[in-house]
Antibody, heavy 121, light 108 residues
Framework: EVQLVESGGVVVQPGGSLRLSCAAS????????MHWVRQAPGKGLEWVSL????????YYADSVKGRFTISRDNSKNSLYLQMNSLRAEDTALYYC??????????????WGQGTLVTVSS | EIVLTQSPATLSLSPGERATLSCRAS??????LAWYQQKPGQAPRLLIY???NRATGIPARFSGSGSGTDFTLTISSLEPEDFAVYYC??????????FGPGTKVDIK
């Protein structure tokens, strides 16, 4: 059974930093690209970032480019999102999502339950 | 950016009825469109990918159709567990993938 478990969400002040983690199990982690997708409270879904199976390719939404960094450790079956210069508009539930392909199919076939990031003073 | 518009915003139906949800793209996305279901307090679940392919474990009452700019998700006979919010998502111009605003299917 595929499982994705996010952690690291907290309340942080504007301008602060945070690192989210996602622990994956139930599939061959290093065969697939992975994503972060977020959902502001009561709002819709917004894609945030992609990393290819080997970490060789990364992409970001314009709204987070230059502030967020996605990474992965295939030896630990883990995905990360380093978030810097946080803004109020980054407040959201952050989901880790598995891609259907290795390099980025951009179809999300499994999702974690999310970790809540709140940016507030 | 490709904008996805979903209609209606809310669909009020009874169990056993047929649900027809629409997703329209601001420009052609070929068949690169997926549908997700999200229940309150839960993560989204992939239902349909590439316009008409059911994801693993998805019941046959869910079907998708369309290409280009107009797409439809049909639930042939609503079960109690189908009342949820449904999102469409395009991947045509990756990495700028976008989601629609959602259609809420609630109990009449």
């Amino acid at each position: 059974e595929v499982q994705l478990v996010e952690s690291g969400g907290v309340v942080v002040q504007p301008g602060g930093s945070l690192r989210l983690s996602c622990a994956a199990s139930g599939f061959t982690f290093d065969d697939y690209a992975m994503h972060w997708v977020r959902q502001a409270p009561g709002k819709g879904l917004e894609w945030v970032s992609l990393i290819s199976w080997d970490g060789g390719s990364t992409y970001y939404a314009d709204s987070v480019k230059g502030r967020f960094t996605i990474s992965r450790d295939n030896s630990k079956n883990s995905l990360y999102l380093q978030m810097n210069s946080l803004r109020a508009e980054d407040t959201a539930l952050y989901y880790c999502a598995k891609d259907m392909g290795a390099y980025g199919d951009y179809t999300f076939d499994y999702w974690g339950q999310g970790t809540l990031v709140t940016v507030s003073s | 950016e490709i904008v996805l518009t979903q209609s209606p915003a809310t669909l009020s139906l009874s169990p056993g009825e047929r649900a027809t949800l629409s997703c329209r793209a601001s420009q052609s996305v070929s068949s690169y469109l997926a549908w997700y279901q999200q229940k309150p307090g839960q993560a989204p679940r992939l239902l349909i990918y590439d316009a008409s392919n059911r994801a693993t474990g998805i019941p046959a009452r869910f079907s998708g159709s369309g290409s280009g700019t107009d797409f439809t998700l049909t639930i042939s006979s609503l079960e109690p567990e189908d009342f949820a919010v449904y999102y469409c998502q395009q991947r045509s111009n990756w990495p700028e993938v976008t989601f629609g605003p959602g259609t809420k299917v609630d109990i009449k």
